[in-house]
């Protein structure tokens, strides 16, 4: 019992990490396309008129599906492992 709950702390500890990375991997992607986007359509303004579009842009972005797909992460390996158990033990 104590190699599952050292398994499953340092699994959380390793599955933390890489969905923050990967989340801002995400994040810093999605500002580059933004301020690609804002660039390509030629529009008007100074830095602050940019940065507002930018930050609306994130915005929409923190409730989109993509970002909710990122907590697959968590699910999708934890899945797998009980499903490995699952059959080793009991099937």
């Not at 599952?4 to 969905?19: A, D, H, K, Q």
């Not at 690609?36 to 579009?53: P, R």
């Amino acid at each position: 019992m104590l190699g599952f709950l050292r398994l499953s702390f340092i699994g959380f500890v390793v599955l933390t990490i890489v969905y923050v990375c990967l989340s801002l991997y995400s994040r810093a992607v999605r500002r580059d396309k933004l301020e690609a986007e804002w660039e390509a359509e030629g529009m008007q303004g100074d830095d602050d008129a940019k940065e507002a579009f930018v930050k609306s842009g994130l915005t929409d972005y923190d409730g989109s599906l993509r970002r909710k797909l990122i907590l697959g992460v968590y699910v999708v390996p934890v899945t797998l492992i009980a499903a490995v158990i699952y059959f080793t033990n009991f099937h």
